[in-house]
């Protein structure tokens, strides 16, 4: 299939700011919606996927996330809690034969996948707090590290509704945004797994509301070549996640890069 050009309206901003793209409030789930369908359309399937019409949604807020179920696609989409507790930008797009039947059906499954209690094999249950007497023994309750139980997230609230879906839509959307926290994270990676080395990245344009970020790493002595993906955190943080290096990956995703009139910039020594 013959890839499509994507336009994009761009504001340039400095890297002293980060600024966030704010959907109207009356529209701002069916907004989140077309943005994280188009993202996953594009970056996932070469804009082979079909995403359109008018579907029931549902949306969950968790302590530490939103949550959107939409079972008519199989589509489970992740989202921060912004600061007045509405939807705030993406971190996941999903798409699973799970998440089938009803948005309810959907949400279960979600909920068994992701958010079920996240404990390490033998963690000890956290019931005062570090450095605190533990009334029983008298001892200072402190843990060795990594080894307190985690509480699952907990819902908050949650409400279904219609929304149009047409994803394209998202594409004339304004992309404001600095790069300089993709900049930071790809030479921290690069240090740390290549030191002495130097090369070149290239950066997509992208949106401060998108989940993920996919980078072409390519070194001056042509030893590392490959795609790192940099991922949004539900606390807000970009780290890097993935390093694909295969061939086939590689042609896919640089291919994805060039059509959006990507940066280059430098890594290493």
């Known amino acids: 299939m013959r890839a ?25 789930l069916e907004t989140k919606v077309n943005r ?29 996330r939103w949550v959107i179920l939409i079972a008519a696609f199989r589509v489970a989409i992740g989202t921060r ?27 279960y499954e ?4 992701f958010l079920g209690p996240r404990n390490d094999p033998g963690c000890v249950p956290v019931q005062v707090a570090p450095g605190q ?23 908050i609230s949650e409400y279904e509704q219609s929304i149009t879906v047409n994803p394209q839509a998202a594409v004339g959307s304004e992309i404001a945004t600095s790069q300089c926290d993709v900049i930071s994270v790809v030479r921290m990676w690069a240090k740390r797994y290549y030191p002495g080395m130097s090369g070149t990245a290239e950066i997509p344009l992208y949106s401060s509301d998108d989940p993920a970020v996919y980078v072409f790493m390519h070194s001056r002595d042509n030893q590392v070549r490959g795609i790192l993906i940099v991922q ?16 086939d990956s590689i042609r896919y995703y640089l291919d994805r890069i060039r059509q959006t009139q990507p940066i280059e910039v430098d890594w290493g020594t």
């Not at 499509?4 to 701002?28: G, K, Y």
């Not at 994280?36 to 530490?64: E, M, P, Q």
């Not at 007497?133 to 819902?155: D, F, H, I, T, Y």
């Open 110 to 113: 979600y909920e068994r996948l």
């Open 232 to 247: 949004r955190e539900f606390n807000g943080e970009m780290t890097a996640g993935r390093f694909l290096d295969r061939p």
């Open 4 to 28: 499509t050009a994507v336009m994009f309206v761009i504001t340039l901003v400095s890297c002293a700011q980060n600024s966030t793209m704010a959907p109207d409030s009356a529209n701002q």
């Open 81 to 107: 809690v912004n600061p007045d507790g509405t939807v705030g930008p993406l971190v996941s797009v999903d798409q699973s034969p799970l998440y089938r039947g009803s948005n309810s059906a959907a949400l």
């Open 133 to 155: 007497p533990n009334a029983s023994s008298g001892q200072a309750g402190r843990l060795p590290a990594s080894r307190g139980c985690v509480e699952a997230p907990k819902r």
């Open 36 to 64: 994280a369908l188009w993202w996953y359309r594009y970056w996932n399937t070469s804009g082979a996927a079909h995403f359109g019409g008018s579907v029931r949604a549902k949306a969950v807020r968790f302590t530490d």
